[in-house]
């Protein structure tokens, strides 16, 4: 059992190394607190009131924000709007080149500005436009990394990220009553705003109203979210502390403690095992730490499984099982010779009945354990002398029968002879015991199970009177 959990956990976590869904409903039921080093600027609805379609906006608007947001000593600036919002020309090259801007651009997109800083727009969107991922950078069609907007920005930030394509968990954060989530464009622009909550920050400047194609995606609490926002929580995530995930060969020696512990202590502990890995994986992410609970409870719950198994499998044998010597009983053996009957003419069937005599003085001497004791030795013995195929029955309190698989009658000396040979020196301290072996096949006189066991009966009854008769 404990070979079997182990190799069936160290499969599980090889196909099960990340728990997505339990990090993902730790993400919504456990978000991180609000990052006040990084702040949004938002286009919404009053702004475009104000200014009127992106497309048309004044150049000046831009170069006015940055001037308020550079008086109020922002580290640094994201401007996450298309370049066709943003116009061309050179209106805008002088801010585009400023070291402490960021422009997102579309995947393979380029700005024609020297020295200017780009990051991809992009976030990983799973198949119902939720944003779970997102990655610090993406292949460009040359098969070079860009990368992303968000790491672009943290490294901006003196935060030092490298260029990965593995998706990392965006992590969710609650909202901050003390402060605006959003400040408004127009506020910026015409300075209303207070210089403590940009001073030192990390500000995106992007399209908050509502109704913009493109501008919104579902976060992992499903509510609809401007993708500036997201930006904002990726730009956050790389600034925070690091979600460590464990390695791979740590996630599989886990899930094998597990299921070899719930088949050890055996019971209902295997579930108590299962809570408490789903349980554990709590604490572990309020340090960070991306537990798989999930992989090691399903593995103490495959654990238990197999004690389950055990005792059905157990409780089916119980009454055709010899618990002694684990072979089949008479009742098994009854229903070994019926399944094997019907195929007796291309199969023949034969039958062994060994008997021992002294059992009784050995029981009588040094009482049943030292019977039990013989009983296990010529169990052994029979079981290293059968061939494949063959079967091994506890007839009775001190007799064995053999069911023999395609036993010709040319064979069937050699075979009892085989097993007589195997048997033969039993013995219990001081006292002997010796061992018959009657031999019986079928053939056209055995017309039923009961005609073989009695000619194997007589056998073995001849061979006990032969031996008698020797000494």
Do not use: C
Not at 433 to 460: Q, W
Request: charged share 20%.
């Amino acid at each position: 059992m404990v070979p079997a959990a182990a190799l069936l956990a160290l499969g599980l976590a090889l196909a099960l190394p990340d728990n997505d869904r339990l990090w993902d409903t730790l993400n919504r039921a456990l978000p991180a607190p609000p990052d006040p080093r990084v702040v949004v600027v938002g286009i919404d609805d009053a702004s475009l009131q104000d200014y009127g379609p992106l497309p048309g906006w004044p150049r000046g608007l831009y170069g006015q924000a940055l001037r308020t947001l550079d008086e109020a000593g922002v580290q640094t600036v994201g401007l996450d709007l298309p370049l066709s919002d943003l116009g061309g020309g050179g209106a805008l090259t002088t801010i585009f080149a400023r070291p402490n801007v960021v422009v997102a651009v579309e995947p393979g997109e380029t700005l024609a500005v020297p020295r200017a800083r780009t990051g991809v727009d992009t976030l990983n969107t799973d198949p119902g436009g939720t944003v779970r991922r997102f990655q610090t950078a993406y292949p460009a069609p040359g098969g070079a990394l860009q990368p992303s907007f968000a790491r672009q920005l943290a490294v901006s930030a003196g935060q030092p990220v490298p260029l990965e394509t593995r998706p990392q968990l965006l992590r969710h954060r609650r909202g901050d009553p003390a402060h605006l989530a959003v400040i408004p464009f127009r506020d910026v622009v015409n300075g209303n705003v207070r210089f403590g909550d940009l001073q030192g920050r990390v500000v995106l400047i992007g399209l908050t109203a509502e109704g913009r194609p493109g501008a919104a995606w579902r976060d992992v609490a499903g509510e609809v979210t401007p993708a500036v926002l997201l930006h904002a929580r990726a730009v956050s995530t790389l600034l925070g502390a690091p979600l460590l995930k464990l390695p791979l060969w740590l996630t599989a020696l886990l899930a094998v403690a597990a299921a070899v512990l719930a088949v050890l202590v055996r019971g209902l502990w295997g579930f108590v095992i299962a809570l408490g890995a789903l349980g554990l994986a709590v604490p572990l992410w309020l340090v960070n730490v991306l537990f798989p609970g999930m992989t090691v409870s399903l593995a103490a719950i495959v654990g238990t499984a197999l004690v389950a198994l055990e005792r059905w499998w157990t409780l089916r044998n119980l009454g055709t099982r010899d618990p002694l010597t684990g072979f089949g009983n008479r009742l098994a053996f009854t229903r070994a010779i019926e399944d094997r009957w019907p195929g007796r003419a291309g199969r023949p069937i034969g039958l062994l009945l060994v008997d021992l005599s002294g059992f009784r003085r050995v029981n009588e001497t040094y009482g049943r354990a030292a019977g039990d004791e013989v009983l296990r030795q010529l169990a052994t013995r029979l079981q290293s002398s059968k061939r494949r195929g063959d079967m091994v029955f506890r007839w009775g309190p001190d007799e064995f029968a053999v069911l023999l698989d395609n036993a010709r009658p040319a064979d069937l000396t050699r075979l009892s002879e085989g097993v007589q040979q195997s048997v033969d020196g039993l013995s219990y301290r001081d006292l002997t015991v010796r061992a018959s072996v009657g031999a019986a096949a079928t053939g056209p006189e055995t017309r039923t199970p009961t005609d073989l066991v009695e000619a194997a009966s007589r056998s073995r009854y001849r061979m006990k009177y032969q031996q008698e008769q020797r000494e």
